[in-house]
């Protein structure tokens, strides 16, 4: 028996249980913990054959000739795929996230744009084998010159067409400059990012009675799914995407080569094919983030008052496919000013293309924009707390629209306590702990809170017990018993009574577990199932043996949503040691205070949060890809080249949050996947100035640059950018 509700929640929160906003362990944990969750590449499947990507050791040029015939006479080898002889793909669409990225469009002609471009799949019995093929397979090329060098200044930026609203201006931006006591000018960079999640890309694939099956390791299956049949011309229907334990994620787990490559060899052989892609080749195939070079204006008054807010960001994408890191939209909601001035460009390099990673934008931009809030308030003589509420907008600043609610003041006043910072010294270079420079600084940070439209099944089952059915993602974050707790609330019924089966395209339609988004759309749809579920259970009747299941469809509800600016909020606080004679920096401490609506559950929402900050600081000290001009390839695509913080690195972390009550709104929730790393590498920045009074405006704050920074400065104080009238 099964309904349909289409209607929205009735403003609000949900009936409490005592579910809702209590702590609960992760419903999968135990599973995890044992080893009884298997994982993409873990699941077994008979005939399985294993394929291995060839990746592209020239950064641009044609390729001249695959010799494929000595690969194919190794032991086990079963196909060589490449752009002669591999099936044709469809890429002329638009899916769920926009134009795909030309990059899964695999094997359509000999062009290779960037070095790590896959121009090839070797599939044999093992994966042994397929690997052993792979790295003897020879592919000739005509090299061509490339240019992968990102510099600030580069010529040959622009603003692309799409997404809208990549430059946006208010007010007469040199007018108020010019009108301003105090400016501060300054460029800042951070370098190209790479996600590094603990569990690689891996998809299988077969065909079963005419219908594409994938399991797969993704941020949203029916995204996948979709992707994949537009891409091979097949009906929607006709393809199933699975991915019901994911290993880490951070944007990159969309639609990549792999997945395409193994449906093309499943179909070529008749058989399953899994593809596994190794951790050098994630640097290649799965995305980043990518470099920018941020140059910022800020002019005020005598007392910090905002008079001008110049941020102009550009970022390095590649030659086939545009995307903007946009850097710059952080200022837009953050603080007010006559004159705010927003533009974001690109230069496109021979370079694989970047995509998404936690915290897109903001993180990168937070950086900037904090750190040079931090110098303006230096400049001022005002303490960077006192700056920031004494810039507070009262709607957003750019938009004019109403916040639905905005307690970042209360975040700083809760961290200031917490931290202790009313006892700081506020002069740099001050205090010290035998070799080391003590130092605190601190930021603020907002990541937008969205919501897209998604459909939910509950289903109550004879058992008395309800299964929720909902095409939703856990990428690590507690997703499941989010939901569950959710759902529990909903029906008004205990926890451990709720079943909750996710990742699954047949599921239907809904939002994938990105852009801080996942949690906010899915328990919308959940919620509006249950409430029409109960209300049926209460009528009677009993339940037959298929159960009783109601499903929602949130879109009417989500389109009639009026305008606001809906964000999640907070304060970083950090404080720092600096050795003046080895250059090294270790944070001591950091405090997060955060104003992100609803808290599901406190539990895995301080991971979530603590996680953000941890990376903020490898971040701040730690992440730089290098690519080499010469070969346009990366140096030490590894996690041995690549440094992330260690547990050695990371100090004591708190995270907490503030009330955040969202009148009005349906589900009360925000997102905190990302806000936990926005604004953290500034507030370590601010710090590192702090203890040493000079200013560190290139990101990561490595030991060679703290000595050449410290060796130019001459002295403890910092000679600023900014200049007073």
Avoid at 150 to 168: D, H, I, V
Avoid at 344 to 366: I, K, N, Q, Y
Avoid at 394 to 416: H, I, M, Q, T, Y
Wanted: glycine share 10%.
């Amino acid at each position: 028996m099964t309904t349909t509700a289409t209607t929205a929640a009735t403003a609000g929160t949900t009936a409490v249980t005592g579910a809702v906003g209590t702590a609960h362990t992760r419903v999968e944990g135990l599973a995890k913990v044992t080893g009884a969750a298997r994982y993409a590449g873990e699941i077994p499947f008979a005939e399985l054959a294993h394929g291995w990507l060839v990746l592209s050791d020239t950064a641009r040029g044609r390729i001249r000739s695959v010799e494929s015939g000595p690969v194919l006479a190794m032991p086990g080898v079963l196909a060589v795929l490449h752009h002669g002889n591999a099936p044709r793909v469809d890429g002329d669409y638009t899916g769920p996230l926009g134009r795909p990225d030309p990059t899964i469009t695999l094997f359509r002609d000999d062009r290779v744009p960037s070095a790590g471009w896959p121009v090839a799949l070797v599939v044999a019995e093992t994966s042994e084998q397929a690997r052993e093929a792979a790295e003897a397979l020879v592919v000739q090329y005509d090299r061509e010159p490339h240019d992968v060098a990102f510099s600030a200044g580069r010529p040959g930026g622009y603003t692309p067409e799409n997404p809208p609203g990549l430059a946006m201006r208010k007010g007469a931006l040199e007018a108020e400059l010019a009108a301003s006591a105090v400016v501060v000018e300054a460029e800042y960079t951070t370098p190209e990012e790479h996600h590094s999640s603990m569990e690689p890309h891996a998809a299988t694939a077969h065909w079963d009675d005419g219908r594409l099956e994938v399991v797969d390791s993704n941020q949203g299956s029916r995204w996948v799914a979709e992707e994949l049949a537009m891409l091979f011309s097949l009906d929607p229907t006709a393809v199933r995407v699975r991915s019901e334990h994911v290993g880490g994620a951070f944007g990159s787990k969309g639609v990549h080569p792999h997945q395409v490559a193994a449906v093309m060899a499943a179909t070529v052989l008749h058989r399953p094919v899994r593809v596994v892609l190794t951790r050098r080749q994630m640097f290649s195939l799965v995305g980043y983030r990518s470099p920018t070079a941020q140059r910022i204006r800020l002019g005020a008054d005598p007392d910090g008052r905002l008079r001008a807010i110049d941020h102009q960001a550009l970022n390095a994408t590649s030659t086939v496919h545009e995307f903007v890191e946009q850097s710059a939209t952080a200022g837009r909601v953050m603080y007010d000013a006559d004159a705010h001035h927003t533009v974001h460009r690109v230069v496109a390099l021979d370079v694989p293309s970047p995509t998404w990673m936690r915290a897109p934008g903001e993180a990168p931009g937070s950086f900037a924009l904090e750190s040079a809030l931090d110098e303006l308030a230096e400049r001022c003589g005002v303490d960077p707390i006192a700056l920031r509420a004494r810039n507070e907008p009262v709607v957003g600043p750019v938009s004019g629209l109403p916040f639905s609610s905005r307690n970042l003041l209360a975040c700083f006043e809760e961290g200031a306590r917490r931290f202790g910072w009313a006892d700081r010294e506020p002069r740099p270079g001050i205090r010290r702990d035998g070799r080391w420079l003590l130092g605190t600084g601190t930021a603020a940070a907002t990541y937008p809170s969205g919501v897209a439209a998604s459909t939910a099944a509950v289903t109550a089952e004879p058992d008395g017990g309800f299964t929720v059915r909902i095409t939703a993602a856990d990428v690590g974050t507690g997703a499941r018993t989010a939901l569950a707790l959710v759902a529990a609330d909903a029906l008004e019924v205990p926890p451990d009574r709720i079943r909750v089966r996710i990742a699954d395209s047949d599921f239907g339609r809904a939002w994938i577990a990105g852009g801080s988004m996942g949690t906010r759309s899915w328990s919308w749809a959940v919620i509006t199932a249950a409430r029409e579920l109960r209300e049926k259970l209460a009528l009677g009747g009993g339940i037959p043996p298929q159960g009783i299941t109601v499903r929602s469809d949130t879109t009417e509800a989500v389109g009639a949503l009026t305008a606001q600016e809906r964000h999640s909020f907070g304060a970083q606080f950090a404080e720092v040691a600096v050795d003046v004679t080895s250059g090294e920096v270790r944070v001591r401490r950091m405090l997060g205070i955060f104003a992100a609506g609803r808290i599901v559950n406190p539990l895995t929402a301080r991971s979530q949060l603590i996680g953000g900050m941890v990376w903020g600081l490898s971040m701040a000290l730690h992440e730089e890809a290098i690519r080499d001009r010469v070969s346009g390839g990366h140096v030490g695509a590894d996690l041995a080249g690549y440094h992330v913080a260690a547990h050695a690195d990371v100090p004591l972390i708190e995270a907490d949050w503030v009330d955040d009550p969202i009148d009005g709104d349906p589900v009360g929730i925000k997102g905190i996947g990302e806000i936990g790393i926005v604004g953290a590498a500034a507030a370590i920045a601010n710090a590192v100035w702090h203890a040493t009074g000079v200013r560190h405006r290139h990101l990561p704050i490595r030991p060679d640059r703290v000595l050449l920074a410290g060796a130019a400065e001459g002295t403890v104080g910092e000679r600023n950018a900014g200049h007073r009238r």
